[in-house]
């Protein structure tokens, strides 16, 4: 028998207790293998074998405790971690004094150590903090007595971090100790910190690349990055421009130009601006990143008289940085006031800037008797990045014991007398450009007199009632209604909508309840173009359809048999995938799929806002041009897709009334350009044509085949605001339902006037057989229909030639469309008409090469 008592199963295991074992290690002297039947020695040896071995194990288990502790203790509890926090103080028994904007002065040196040593006592003074304070600095002054900015640092063990970070949050006042000699008659409250980003911190000892600036007068102060705009700014920067007005006033920042590197989520470049001296989170007033088109209104308003900018950069790439001014202005006395009367607006403090932090303004709002007050809101901008989600708690309007906060679209709050009181309040930190409303007093019995009246408040004209069309916004105009079967259909959630609608792949119903009964049973794919083919043949990798698209989306990558639905890499295979060409991936093996993409990305930042009405952002469609004819200003829109290659519409060159459309030498094209008044601004390029090249087979009755290819007298340098389209493969599909920009200079309205500054439209691809419904007999394979059923938003006289930019999901931007025609402008159940592009691509790669 082999004693096995070690619990080890493996063979060698058992010389343990060899006699070679023993000799080797000598603990195990005297054991030995016995005869089972030797009971005796087993009884008279054992127990003592037994205490040898609980002693051994014993002692190994205190040797591995201790060694875990000591790993533990040094590795971990004993690891410190340094801390800083950027905090302000105020000091009230000083006066403000001019050399305490100076840091090198005696009086700022005196003041400061004062500061430092009250700190120093503070912290010492609470057991949470005072083991682990190391030292503090004091960064500037500034007035109201005197406010003191500081940083302090702390060295902690990490297990007791945000103990530390707890205790600092609250605020502060100074007791100071009996014989306190240094400190006498030093009175200072209001202690705050907060825990500063380890990059901020080293700006505030580091003053390399740090700025003091003092507004004077009336006079507007400017300041850029280094290097702006001939240089990028520096990498790795830590910089910071400390802002200041005279005592009393608050400060107007705007940034006039703004490029730094774009906002990536891991370690981007970062401007910040802060209301206070001190840069920290709670009095961030708003952080910025990207690029930013100059008409986008980066105008900051501080609550007191001292501002302070700071940039971080942690990327190595190359952009020139911001150029900014600033001024210093009365501070607002009154925010609010009485309103009276039958109408009038009002907005929130220094509108369309960024309203001020810290500020609160009530209206009160009175219309004469036995009327009541409807608040309509225009633009609603409160949005804060700490909010939480509908709790309103930061910035926010109160009416009628309710809030209202973050991104609105156009909202009515109506009163339930002939008074009503508004309540705005921004918090200390974060501010946005805020609100413009319009009050109007009208009779509670009939808000609307001759129309419908919306549950939100809002009229409507009383034909749009149970039309279809949601005109209201919360839906009432289409509730409790008789559908009219004739033409209307009645979706299962009791909506009337247009027969027309019924099967078109898209849910009108919102319960889908129009797409249900359709021609294909259940089992069966609905092609694009109304086919039903069995399930399986979706992505079998064979146009089952016939217009490909029961394999356009279809998750794996293969390769198919071509057709005119699949995209040829150049190595001539196709692939089953659709739109593959340009969208980050490679698909092709010879990555022929993902070449020539330095087309259709803007420079700047997309802005979800369309501040002041359909005004495009300048460079938001750097593809867009303006074609002038001689004598007759801007009359056609167009496309770059190379810096030598323009696509517009052939209608535009067709000789008229004497006219020479069709002359090269009859055009200018403006590139670069947003403002028609600014055609000589920096930035717009002025080009003629070399040559026009219309499609041959364009007719001129139909607008069938509405294209033409420019070409440049001279190449255009791609700039910020003038950049290429891609243009899509001739397989790229644009499906019905597809969000698509439309954009120009065109009339605003039917019969109406051209716009100055380029307007853009959101509108949505239409199915082409419902198209062939409402226009009918005037479709061709190579016209497309987008816009809404319902009207309100189309292109129109003077748009002709210019791009349907489609935006895909990572930015990039593919021509979708050329403006040709339509029936009026914007008019229901009539949609714009454009050129499909992807017909006629290998048209344009043989007239220009592109
Ligand atoms: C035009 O006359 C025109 N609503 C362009 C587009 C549309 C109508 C007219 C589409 O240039």
Same mark, same amino acid.
């Given at each position: 028998m082999r004693s096995n008592r070690g619990g080890k199963k493996d063979v060698g295991a058992g010389l343990k207790y060899s006699h070679q074992a023993q000799n080797i290690n000598g603990f195990e002297e005297g054991v030995e293998f016995l005869p089972a039947n030797n009971s005796r020695k087993v009884e008279k040896r054992g127990p003592k074998r037994w205490i040898v071995l609980l002693a051994l194990l014993i002692f190994f288990i205190l040797i591995s405790l201790m060694v875990g502790f000591l790993v533990w203790h040094f590795n971990y509890r004993n690891v410190r971690v340094q801390k800083i926090f950027n905090g302000f103080l105020r000091i009230t028994n000083e006066n403000f004094i001019d050399a305490y904007e100076n840091s090198n002065s005696t009086e700022f040196a005196n003041l400061a150590s004062k500061v430092k040593e009250a700190l120093k006592v503070l912290y010492n003074g609470i057991p949470a903090l005072g083991p682990f304070y190391k030292e503090s600095g004091v960064t500037a002054f500034s007035e109201g007595s005197v406010i003191a900015y500081y940083w302090s640092e702390f060295s902690v063990p990490q297990y007791r971090v945000e103990e530390v970070e707890r205790t600092l949050s609250k605020e502060y006042v100074l007791t100071l100790p009996p014989r306190s000699r240094a400190l006498q008659s030093f009175n200072v409250a209001s202690i705050v910190a907060f825990p500063t980003d380890a990059r901020t911190a080293q700006t505030t000892r580091d003053n390399s690349c740090s700025f003091s600036l003092h507004a004077r007068g009336e006079e507007v102060t400017r300041f850029t990055t280094p290097g702006f705009p001939d240089s990028p700014y520096p990498a790795r920067a830590r910089c910071q421009w400390v802002l200041r007005g005279d005592a009393d006033l608050v400060l107007s920042l705007t940034f006039q130009s703004f490029d730094v590197a774009p906002c990536d989520n891991d370690g981007n470049d970062v401007v910040m601006v802060y209301d206070s001296l001190s840069p920290v989170e709670p009095r961030a007033v708003v952080q910025l990143c990207g690029t930013y088109a100059p008409s986008y209104n980066l105008t900051f308003l501080s609550s007191q008289n001292v501002m302070l900018v700071t940039l971080i950069t942690n990327t190595v790439?190359? $952009?020139? /940085?911001?150029?900014?001014?600033?001024?210093?202005?009365?501070?607002?006395t009154e925010c609010g006031g009485?309103?009276? +009367?039958?109408?009038?607006?009002?907005?929130?403090?220094? =509108? #369309? +800037?960024? =309203? #001020?932090?810290?500020? !609160? @303004?009530?209206?009160?709002?009175?219309?004469?008797?036995?009327?009541?007050?409807?608040?309509?809101?225009?633009?609603?901008?409160?949005?804060?990045?700490?909010?939480t989600l509908g709790t309103c708690t930061k910035d926010y309007v109160e009416i009628n014991g309710e809030r209202y906060c973050g991104e609105k679209k156009h909202f009515v709050v109506t009163s339930r007398s002939n008074k009503i009181t508004v309540h705005f309040h921004s918090d200390e930190s974060y501010t946005d450009t805020g609100f413009f409303a319009e009050y109007l007093s009208y009779d509670s019995s009939d808000p609307c007199p001759g129309m419908f009246t919306c549950k939100t408040g809002r009229c409507i004209n009383n034909t749009l009632r149970c039309d279809g069309w949601t005109d209201c916004t919360d839906f009432s105009d289409e509730l409790d209604c008789v559908c009219n079967s004739t033409y209307q259909f009645t979706c299962k959630n009791n909506f009337c909508k247009p027969r027309f609608w019924l099967c078109d792949g898209l849910d009108d119903c919102g319960d889908k309840s129009d797409e249900l009964e359709c021609s294909c049973p259940n089992g069966t794919f609905r092609c694009g173009n109304g086919k039903c083919i069995p399930k399986s043949e979706k992505c079998n990798k064979k146009d089952n359809c016939g217009d490909g698209s029961d394999e356009a989306e279809c998750d794996s990558v293969s390769i198919v048999p071509c057709t005119k639905y699949t995209y040829k890499c150049r190595s001539g295979v196709c692939l089953s995938k659709g739109n593959p060409e340009c969208d980050g991936k490679q698909d092709c093996s010879d990555g022929s799929d993902e070449k020539n993409c330095d087309c259709g990305l803007r420079s700047f930042i997309k802005q979800s806002r369309i501040v002041g009405g359909q005004n495009s952002d300048e460079g938001e469609w750097p593809w867009q041009v303006s074609l002038h004819a001689a004598g007759q200003g801007h009359l056609c829109g167009a496309s770059l897709i190379s810096s030598t290659w323009l696509v517009s519409a052939a209608h535009c060159f067709i000789d008229e009334l004497g006219i020479r459309y069709s002359e090269p030498a009859t055009w200018k094209a403006y590139l670069g350009l947003h403002d028609q008044s600014k055609r000589s601004a920096t930035g717009v390029e002025e080009r003629g044509f070399k040559q026009i &090249?219309? $499609?041959?087979?364009?007719?001129?009755?139909?607008?069938?085949?509405? &294209?033409?290819?420019?070409?440049? !007298?001279?190449? %255009? !340098?791609?700039? *910020?605001?003038?950049? #290429?389209? @891609?243009? #899509?493969?001739?397989? $790229? *599909?644009?499906?019905? +339902?597809?969000? &698509?920009? %439309?954009? /120009?200079? +065109?009339?605003?309205?039917? /019969?109406? *006037? /051209?716009a100055l500054i380029l307007q853009k439209g959101e509108i949505r691809v239409i199915n082409q057989t419902t198209c062939e419904d409402l226009l009918p007999n005037q479709l061709t394979p190579r016209m497309m229909c987008v816009g809404f059923l319902t009207g309100g938003v189309d292109s129109c006289q003077g748009d002709s030639g210019g791009p349907l930019s489609s935006v895909e999901d990572d930015g990039r931007t593919f021509l979708a469309g050329v403006v040709s025609w339509g029936e009026g402008c914007a008019r229901r159940n009539k949609p714009g008409v454009y050129t499909r592009v992807p017909v006629l691509r290998d048209w344009i790669k043989e007239k220009t090469g592109v």
């Open positions: 790439r190359r $952009h020139p /940085g911001f150029k900014a001014k600033f001024f210093q202005l009365p501070k607002m009485r309103l009276t +009367g039958m109408q009038g607006t009002f907005n929130t403090p220094y =509108y #369309p +800037g960024h =309203y #001020p932090p810290n500020i !609160d @303004c009530t209206w009160d709002i009175e219309v004469p008797h036995h009327q009541n007050v409807k608040i309509r809101f225009k633009l609603f901008y409160l949005v804060e990045p700490h909010e &090249i219309p $499609h041959d087979a364009f007719n001129d009755f139909t607008f069938d085949y509405d &294209i033409a290819v420019l070409e440049l !007298d001279k190449p %255009v !340098d791609l700039s *910020t605001v003038i950049r #290429p389209i @891609c243009l #899509p493969d001739s397989s $790229h *599909t644009f499906p019905a +339902g597809k969000a &698509i920009w %439309v954009t /120009g200079w +065109g009339h605003t309205k039917e /019969g109406g *006037t /051209g």
